[in-house]
């Protein structure tokens, strides 16, 4: 089974594509609009998603904005979760939370509806891509001043030379179907 996995982790890593110096220059831009594009990698990137979460009761994904909208909804419906999309500012229309996170250079924010989950509800935290965690870490903050439990990180990749995971809870379970 383990080779079985490795060679779908290999299958779904060649979709992905490599733009050079976009949006700026320096940065390597992980393209998914082809891995989205090819049918099989799109069914298999989602059973990959849900498989190392299928019993852990979860009630919602949270996805961030916006790749993590694209397998967010997925994984919620093959996990019987809902799901709750965190936002940029100023995007979702009813009473928000907002937290801020530092950035390179400067400070960006993210944002989720006060009434999006109960406390003690078990969430999952989901993105495309996990660079330097800045985005995940405020993620778990947010959905920890709701009073959420955060159960569980999924990403399609990581890119590890960033680290991104050091910034997120030590004792979570943290799943990633392509390491770069
Ligand atoms: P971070 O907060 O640094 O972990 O950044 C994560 C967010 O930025 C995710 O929503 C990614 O989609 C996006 N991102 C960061 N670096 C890249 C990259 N090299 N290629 C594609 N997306 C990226």
């Known amino acids: 089974m ?13 979709t992905i594509r490599t733009i050079p110096d976009f949006p700026k220059k320096g940065i ?11 049918r099989r990698a799109l069914v298999l990137t989602s ?4 498989q190392p979460y299928i019993d852990y009761k979860v009630d919602h994904i949270v996805g961030l904005e916006s790749r993590g909208f694209l397998f967010g909804t997925n994984l919620a419906q093959d996990l ?13 229309p009813h009473d928000v939370l907002k937290q801020n996170y530092e950035l ?6 993210v944002e989720v509806h006060v009434d999006a989950f109960k406390k ?3 969430i999952i935290i989901h993105d495309d891509l996990i660079a330097t965690g800045g985005t995940a870490a405020a993620a778990t903050e947010l959905v920890e001043r709701l009073g959420g439990v955060v159960v569980g990180y999924s990403f399609v990749m990581e890119l590890r ?5 050091e910034k997120l809870k030590k004792d979570v ?5 392509v390491e770069i």
């Open 120 to 122: 003690g509800d078990r």
């Open 104 to 109: 390179e250079y400067g400070t960006d924010s």
């Open 173 to 177: 379970p943290f799943e990633t179907i």
């Open 47 to 50: 059973y990959m998603l849900s």
């Open 28 to 38: 390597m831009f992980k393209d998914i609009t082809t891995l989205l594009n090819d």
């Open 80 to 92: 019987n979760a809902g799901f709750i999309p965190i936002r940029k500012p100023g995007k979702l």
């Open 2 to 14: 383990e080779k079985v996995e490795q060679s779908i982790k290999e299958f779904i890593s060649e």
């Open 161 to 165: 030379a960033l680290k991104g995971k």
